[in-house]
């Protein structure tokens, strides 16, 4: 990901592939609250359809927020 001069996000043609294969479409995502809206989306819609996953991958996340937290 790279951050433009005037603070708009802008990635690499690798990251906008990665973030399809995931079902993400972030063509047109060109600030923070883009993101935030796009990745929200698809957590709602993966919660909705596999929630085995959405439970595996938001735990995951709490894991590794709690230890960043750690000293």
Request: glycine fraction near 4%; charged fraction near 30%.
């Given at each position: 990901m790279l951050r433009?001069?005037?603070g708009s996000l802008r990635f690499t043609a690798q990251e906008i592939k990665a973030f399809r294969?995931?079902?993400i479409d972030a063509r047109q995502v060109r600030t923070d609250d883009d993101f935030a809206?796009?990745?929200g989306e698809w957590?709602?819609?993966l919660a909705d359809r596999q929630p085995d996953l959405f439970d595996k991958?938001?735990?995951a996340?709490?894991?590794d927020?709690?230890?960043s937290r750690r000293p």
């Open positions: 433009t001069t005037e294969a995931l079902g809206r796009v990745f957590l709602d819609i991958i938001t735990r996340m709490l894991a927020r709690e230890a």
